[in-house]
């Protein structure tokens, strides 16, 4: 069974399972998996049943269907969400360098917004198990010694998990951090990572706010009159972050847009001179 219900696996099995199903409309017999996916010729189809279950128990994504000799895949299709029916989580790391791996997670921040308001608040220190370069120490002020007695990563993992939800997770340079959680949550369960659907606001920006100087969080902080304190340190970037969400969303409604594929969409679309 999956370590938490928004893990999928990355095994290149399930990998293989989910393009199978796909390339078949969503739906296979166990026996036809196991003899494309596992190299198995011709199994027998009680053989068949016992492999695809182990498969499915691994990944949310699949299901067992009928009498047991299907499998279909049952994810969840993140594009038809509806932005204003939906819960994000706008979240900031704090790590030890620019590349995972490798680099560490020192600090975690994150607020949950629903409805428009801001509704949860998680933070911690996260000890990386690794000293800090002394230019992160002066960027950000998190020290060897404010970490020392601070959870590893692995203690505090399920509880941001449970935190996270389903919930499309938002932050401000989304690849950034998205690829250091996606890392951790690795360490912790090997092949698995986050199955939310995310949202990058330096993204959005760039398309909602051509004309002001840069897509840094503290601008476009400023463009909204909002303050940032203690700029690179988690909590406080990802509450700024948060605000800086909601006037991104208010535009994008503005602008008819609904749907959570759509403002990727929006965000990723190429200007045209």
């Known amino acids: 069974m999956a370590p938490s219900a928004n893990l999928i696996s990355e095994s290149l099995l399930i990998k293989d399972t989910i393009s199978l199903l796909e390339s078949l409309g969503g739906r296979a017999p166990a026996v036809r998996i196991v003899d494309r996916v596992m190299k198995i010729k011709k199994p027998e189809p009680f053989i068949a049943r016992l492999l695809v279950q182990e498969l499915v128990e691994r990944d949310s994504r699949l299901a067992i269907v009928g009498d047991g000799d299907d499998v279909e895949f049952v994810g969840r299709d993140h594009g038809v969400i509806d932005l204003s ?75 941001f998990l449970a935190f996270i939800g389903d919930s499309v997770l938002v932050a401000h340079n989304a690849r950034f951090d998205m690829g250091f959680l996606n890392h951790e949550i690795g360490l912790v369960y090997e092949d698995y990572c986050l199955e939310n659907p995310s949202l990058c606001t330096v993204q959005l920006s760039r398309k909602l706010l051509p004309d002001i100087e840069n897509h840094k969080l503290n601008t476009v902080a400023r463009h909204y009159s909002i303050d940032l304190v203690n700029h690179h340190r988690a909590s406080d970037d990802a509450r700024a972050t948060a605000r800086i969400f909601l006037n991104l969303l208010s535009d994008l409604r503005s602008r008819g847009i609904e749907d959570l594929a759509s403002a990727r969409e929006f965000s990723k679309k190429r200007k045209v001179c």
Do not use: Q, W
């Open 85 to 159: 029916n939906t819960s994000f989580v706008v979240f900031d790391l704090e790590t030890t360098g620019a590349k995972a791996p490798p680099c560490r997670v020192t600090e975690i921040g994150a607020y949950r917004v629903v409805n428009g308001e801001i509704e949860g608040e998680f933070h911690t220190l996260v000890n990386p198990e690794t000293p800090i370069p002394s230019f992160i120490t002066s960027l950000t002020g998190i020290s060897d010694d404010m970490v020392r007695g601070a959870p590893v990563f692995c203690d505090i993992a399920d509880e």
